[in-house]
């Protein structure tokens, strides 16, 4: 296996990578917007520098729908759902759900319901 963030399980676990609705490939939404806001803040939680996150989330949302994607297929809650329907249809009792940045909030949404999650940190 040549993914490196998952080389580490590959021993003794499947590996299942589930990707987002509506794609036939990996697709990452990219916001070079939201990376420019938080490279030119001195102060991460100062008014000025929230109310450019904001506007930088707001513009990358409008640019990335004018393309033709459909934001409302990103949510945590479709993305748990389909990790669910993944593991029913693999036909695994339980999995491992690695948790690391936007992970820890997708985890706790999958595992909020009465699906069959442990997670394990990095």
Do not use: W
């Not at 990335?64 to 993944?86: H, M, N, P, W």
């Not at 999995?95 to 009465?114: C, F, V």
């Amino acid at each position: 296996m040549t993914f490196p963030q998952a080389s580490r399980y590959a021993a003794q676990h499947d590996v299942v990578m589930v990707g987002y609705r509506r794609r036939r490939r990996f697709f990452v939404l990219n916001c070079p917007e939201v990376t420019a806001a938080l490279e030119s803040s001195a102060d991460f939680l100062a008014k000025a520098s929230l109310s450019a996150y904001s506007q930088a989330f707001a513009s990358c949302a409008k640019r990335l729908e004018r393309s033709g994607v459909d934001l409302a297929g990103y949510t945590l809650a479709e993305q748990a759902d389909d990790i669910e329907a993944a593991r029913v249809a693999l036909g695994y009792k339980r999995i491992d759900l690695p948790q690391r940045e936007r992970g820890d909030r997708l985890a706790m949404t999958y595992s909020g319901g009465t699906r069959a999650v442990s997670t394990a940190r990095r």
